[in-house]
């Protein structure tokens, strides 16, 4: 019998041990071996501990990397007997569950799907389902009853099967997925409204003339003249027939050139591209400091000691360059923060917010009545939430129709077709946070055998500790 190693070398155990025959001919085992306690068992032919430690690593690496690092330490083995070695092995005992977790995950994204268990009072999975769908998961609640409490998603067929298998249990939805369901709705909200995220245009007074940026944009420099011409030119050619590169050589400029004035609709897209604003680490603070410079602050030094306190990681050199052309009446407004920018800023708790992005936030909100009725709603959820006030969601509810927000009407609605559910979440201790934890498990045990292990093997990985 093959043995664990000494060092590094393979041991082969050699037994002599006795065998007995029976005499009674009607006795199915006519013949048998002795068997050396805690070394041998019947037809094996390694021994206890060599197998505990050859299916630890057909458990944590399975096949072709278990047999590279088995090797490692001189257990010579072959990747399909890892794989049988694991198969072998029991599954574990259900036992009693009073808390369960249920969540999907994919075997292949988009067309294959299992469902996996958890004992949310141990974080430990009990058994794994090779589809998603609400019979296999109704049968396999009747067949274990007990259950008071079922932690889900906002999956439909998960709350179907909950309620036909284990009808008694209180569905609890998951605090996670309906923060991200609502950020989803917050965000689509934004978009709608992106005019208010743009700072306004300066109004000039009477006779003072705007930037020369500016005045390119408008087309009233020789350089938009000259690129008008350019534009109409290339066009012209273009139409009659001509290729780029004859382009090229006939007026004498360089074939990047041309392509890029070909591409350009209109002689504007060339002029915007050419003159927009370069971002800047002093944009995030542009609020801050325009605020003090109508304060009457007018040191640079003293604004680059405020706005390091801010947060401001830039050099004096950059804050200096940014506040010359402020010594002129020319009015420079701030960047127009992104969708996606102003959708964290919402969402984020205002405590959390640094003090430029809480004055940008809030220019953004004064400009914006619907986003700024957005804002209490979404600080009101998140109240909501996380003292597990889950009675205060009717109220709340009822304010989110009486404004204009029709993708909180969205998510509000789906909330009602899911109140008992959500009202559990919002009110009970219990998250789907220890599943989507095993989720993230399995995502690693897929990748680690590269896609081809089957559903059993899979599973074995899933329900066995490593």
């Not at 306690?37 to 278990?66: D, E, F, K």
């Not at 008694?168 to 005019?195: F, G, K, Y």
């Not at 004035?261 to 927009?276: M, N």
């Not at 009545?369 to 959820?381: K, Q």
């Amino acid at each position: 019998m093959r043995d664990l190693t000494v060092g590094g070398r393979p041991v082969l155990l050699e037994l002599e041990v006795r065998r007995f025959f029976c005499d009674n001919r009607t006795c199915p085992a006519r013949t048998f071996v002795e068997q050396v306690p805690q070394v041998s068992r019947p037809h094996a032919r390694r021994t206890r501990p060599l197998q505990v430690a050859l299916q630890a690593v057909g458990l944590a690496l399975a096949g072709r990397a278990g047999q590279r690092l088995a090797a490692r330490f001189g257990l010579l083995v072959s990747r399909s007997t890892l794989i049988r070695l694991v198969h072998a092995m029991p599954d574990p005992p259900v036992g009693a569950i009073r808390i369960l977790g249920v969540d999907d995950f994919a075997t292949r994204r988009g067309h294959r799907y299992g469902t996996i268990l958890i004992d949310m009072d141990t974080h430990r999975p009990v058994d794994v389902l090779p589809d998603r769908t609400t019979e296999t998961l109704t049968a396999w609640l009747k067949g274990h009853p007990g259950i008071e409490v079922v932690c889900r998603d906002r999956a439909g067929s998960y709350a179907d099967a909950a309620l036909k298998g284990a009808p008694e249990a209180v569905q609890c939805a998951d605090r996670w997925h309906l923060w991200h369901n609502l950020i989803e709705a917050v965000e689509r909200t934004v978009s709608r409204h992106r005019s208010c995220l743009r700072e306004p245009e300066p109004l000039h007074p009477p006779g003072e003339q705007p930037e020369p940026w500016r005045a390119a944009r408008q087309g009233s420099s020789r350089f938009a003249d000259r690129t008008r011409a350019k534009h109409a030119r290339i066009h012209e050619l273009k139409n009659a027939g001509h290729s780029l590169r004859a382009i090229s050589r006939m007026l004498g400029m360089t074939r990047n050139t041309v392509t890029r004035y070909a591409g350009a609709a209109t002689p504007d897209d060339l002029l915007w591209g050419q003159w927009t604003a370069k971002p800047s680490v002093v944009d995030d603070f542009k609020p801050y400091l325009h605020q003090r410079w109508s304060e009457g602050e007018r040191n640079a030094t003293r604004l680059l000691e405020e706005i390091t306190a801010l947060g401001y990681q830039g050099s004096y050199a950059a804050l200096r360059d940014y506040l010359r052309p402020l010594r002129t009446p020319r009015p420079i407004s701030a960047p127009e923060p992104s969708v996606r920018k102003v959708t964290g800023w919402i969402a984020a708790h205002p405590d959390h917010l640094d003090e430029a992005h809480h004055l940008r936030l809030k220019t953004v909100l004064a400009r914006c009545p619907e986003l700024a009725a957005l804002a209490g709603h979404v600080r009101a959820f998140a109240a909501m939430m996380t003292k597990k006030d889950g009675d205060q969601l009717p109220a709340w509810l009822q304010a989110v129709r009486h404004d204009d927000l029709p993708a909180l009407h969205t998510f509000a609605s789906g909330i009602e077709r899911d109140l008992d559910a959500v009202t559990a979440g919002l009110t009970l201790k219990w998250s789907s946070g220890p599943v989507e934890g095993q989720v993230n498990r399995i995502k690693m045990l897929k990748r680690q055998m590269f896609g081809r292990a089957g559903f059993p093997l899979l599973r074995k990985r899933i329900l066995l500790p490593n």
